[in-house]
């Protein structure tokens, strides 16, 4: 038995910050600072083509221009971002890297 997944790979630029960073090492991540926002978001399918991924990416895209490119974020993390696409999309799986180094993955069980 196998599982098949379509996958979406975009990015994005903005700034965020957070403010109540605690560590002293990287207090610099509590001043507003630019990243590039990678992302993959993963949808099951049941069937080939059941969903077209190019249509699936532009529409991803309109989500993240509408709300997040060029944007200042101010406190919101890869963390939210990640659950706020895989909730608008039903995505099952979705990841949201700075910079393509480090980031989250949220997904659904």
């Known amino acids: 038995m196998i599982e098949t997944y379509i996958v979406i790979r975009t990015q994005f630029e903005a700034i965020h910050q957070w403010p109540e960073c605690p560590f002293d090492d990287v207090a610099f991540l509590r001043v507003p600072h ?16 059941e969903i077209e991924f190019i249509r699936m990416k532009r529409e991803v895209q ?3 221009a509408l709300n997040y490119i060029g944007k200042d974020l101010g406190k919101e ?9 895989l909730y608008s999309f ?20």
């Open 34 to 49: 630019r990243h590039i926002f990678h992302i993959e978001v993963k949808f099951k399918t049941s069937s080939d083509r």
């Open 62 to 64: 309109a989500f993240l």
């Open 77 to 85: 993390s890869c963390e939210t971002i990640a659950e706020k696409i």
């Open 90 to 109: 039903h995505a099952d799986f979705v990841a949201v890297f700075e910079d393509r180094e480090n980031g989250a993955e949220v997904a659904r069980k």
